[in-house]
């Protein structure tokens, strides 16, 4: 027993070492129970974006003018095109979250646009300059990396990739839009990536994860806040299904979005950590769709109270999205759904700010706790039903002003979509091995510790 339990210790002490060597070397076994990074609103303290000046109210409606401006945007620069080109840009999103990556070795810190509605990951990449220590703290040199690579081309990475092609030394050169106009241009590169993991009952030390196929952008142009963007779609680019090719923690993540009220941040979770097991947890598959990026599912009806106001005739695809604010849905679900929301809300109509929403309400004589708004419930397919409470369906986009955060889709902005102030204080979980979607009831702000 003796020898037996000195060999555990061994084992342990082995397991340890090791397990601290992991911090910063590559490696594709690390945090087989899976990681947490923060998921910061772009709006938040937390975000090096947050502006002082705008109320709690005031950034909600500066997001919604962003779904709004996104639409407009698009109506402006549409060329036409087959339904996959429809699909594929999905007008209303705008980058809402932020997560935090450490690129390369050394790694190098950097803020990175987290995006549910692309695949590919890039960084804004140094080139050519040769850094002296005083702009050593500015951005990411790949020159300046031990662990930096090239993908080759012709090759599958490149392939999948629509707009890429090989240049004259067989690098794969890319050009990657955004539905909003926005784009970036590079290298299609390899690099070790690094994740801080700092959820609750989370392993606490960072990941790393080597060759992560990454864009080393030379050029972007448009709306792009950060040092770059994190796809987190469904295709075979995105980190999620590269972090399930390389590693052992599948292709699944989750996340949990404390409402903007909140001053405290939000949590993207890899790996077991994605597994959204809360009670009441409700699963419904994804669907098949021209683009593999988006998460989409069927949309089967809509309830108020315990009351069916809406059944989609064939069931209405419907995308689950973090970087859109606000829920689009059919106008033959919308009209019926606010008809029933307006039987039971006895407060004075209000006029929308800029008529950017449909349904506003005067809520100057008191706050939304004085307020009885019935819970919407959305039944998407296999019976998952979701119910959404007043502070999911309604907002306070000015003093005294309720508006519903459910609009109509149009000519300009076609698809569902599921928006992120549906999604507060739900756990939803997105599974590319077992292709489903899971949403559970959660208090979002208790989810992440930083400490
Ligand atoms: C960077 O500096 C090294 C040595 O100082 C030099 O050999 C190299 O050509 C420089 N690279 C560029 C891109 O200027
Ligand atoms: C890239 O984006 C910029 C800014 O939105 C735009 O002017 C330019 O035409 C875009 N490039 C391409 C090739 O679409
Ligand atoms: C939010 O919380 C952070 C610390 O958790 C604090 O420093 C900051 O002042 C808070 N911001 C607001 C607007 O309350
Ligand atoms: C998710 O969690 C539940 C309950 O904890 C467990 O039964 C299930 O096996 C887990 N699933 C995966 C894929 O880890
Ligand atoms: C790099 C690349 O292939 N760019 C192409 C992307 O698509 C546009 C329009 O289809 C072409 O004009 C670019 O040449």
């Keep these: ?24 070397a590559a490696s594709s076994g690390a945090g087989a129970g899976g990681f947490s990074v923060e998921f910061i609103h772009r709006d938040s303290a937390r975000s090096p974006f947050h502006d002082t000046a705008l109320t709690a109210h005031g950034s909600v409606l500066a997001a919604v003018r962003r779904s709004t401006a996104r639409a407009v945007a698009l109506a402006a620069g549409s060329s036409g095109g087959g339904a996959d080109d429809v699909v594929s840009k999905v007008v209303s999103r705008s980058f809402e979250y932020l ?48 662990t930096y690579g090239r993908v ?11 707009n890429a092609s090989c240049d004259d030394e ?25 994740f801080d993991d700092g959820g609750a009952g989370a392993g606490k030390s960072p990941v ?55 001053n405290s941040s939000s949590v993207l979770n890899f790996g077991a950590l ?40 064939q069931s209405s695809r419907i995308i689950v999205d973090s970087g859109t604010t606000l829920t689009f849905l059919d106008p033959a679900l919308l009209a019926p759904l606010e008809a029933e929301l307006s039987r039971h809300i006895t407060l004075p109509r209000a006029q929308s700010p800029d008529e950017l929403l ?19 419930t959305l039944e998407f397919g296999g019976g998952a039903a979701v119910k959404l409470g007043p502070e999911n369906t309604f907002v306070i ?12 889709t149009t000519e300009q902005q076609p698809v569902s979509i599921l928006g992120n102030l549906a999604q507060q204080n739900l756990h939803v979980g997105y599974d590319l091995d077992a292709r489903t979607v899971t949403f559970a009831t959660a208090d979002c702000a208790a989810a992440y510790s930083s400490s």
Aim: charged share 10%; proline share 3%.
């Design 208 to 262: 790393g994860v080597a060759s992560v196929k990454f864009g080393c952008s030379a050029t972007t142009a448009g709306t792009f806040l950060a040092d770059g963007l994190v796809g987190l779609g469904g295709g075979v680019v995105s980190l999620v299904t590269q972090l399930g090719d390389a590693t052992s923690l599948g292709r699944r993540f989750s996340y949990c979005l404390v409402p903007y009220s909140v």
């Design 397 to 408: 986009v000015q003093e005294g002003k309720l508006c519903l955060t459910v609009v109509a």
């Design 1 to 24: 027993m003796g020898a037996a339990m000195a060999s555990v210790l061994v084992l342990l002490a082995v397991v340890l070492i090791a397990g601290q060597l992991c911090d910063c």
């Design 358 to 376: 449909q349904l506003c309400y005067d809520v100057r004589s008191g706050g939304l706790a004085d307020v009885t708004i019935p819970d919407v």
């Design 274 to 313: 994605a597994n959204v097991s809360e009670p009441g947890a409700v699963t419904t598959p994804l669907v098949a769709s021209a683009v593999d990026t988006y998460y989409t599912v069927a949309l089967e009806s809509v309830k108020v109270g315990g009351k069916t106001v809406a059944t989609s005739s």
């Design 99 to 146: 997560m935090a990556v450490n690129v390369g070795t050394p790694p190098r810190a950097m803020l990175a646009i987290a995006d549910t509605g692309s695949d590919l990951v890039w960084v804004k990449c140094k080139s050519g300059s040769n850094v002296t220590s005083a702009a050593a703290g500015d951005g990411y040199d790949p020159s300046r990396s031990s």
């Design 152 to 162: 080759s081309c012709p090759s599958d990475a490149c392939e999948a990739l629509s």
């Design 170 to 194: 067989s690098n794969c050169q890319y050009f990657y839009a955004y539905g909003d106009g926005s784009n970036t241009t590079g290298l299609l590169s390899t690099e070790t990536f690094t």
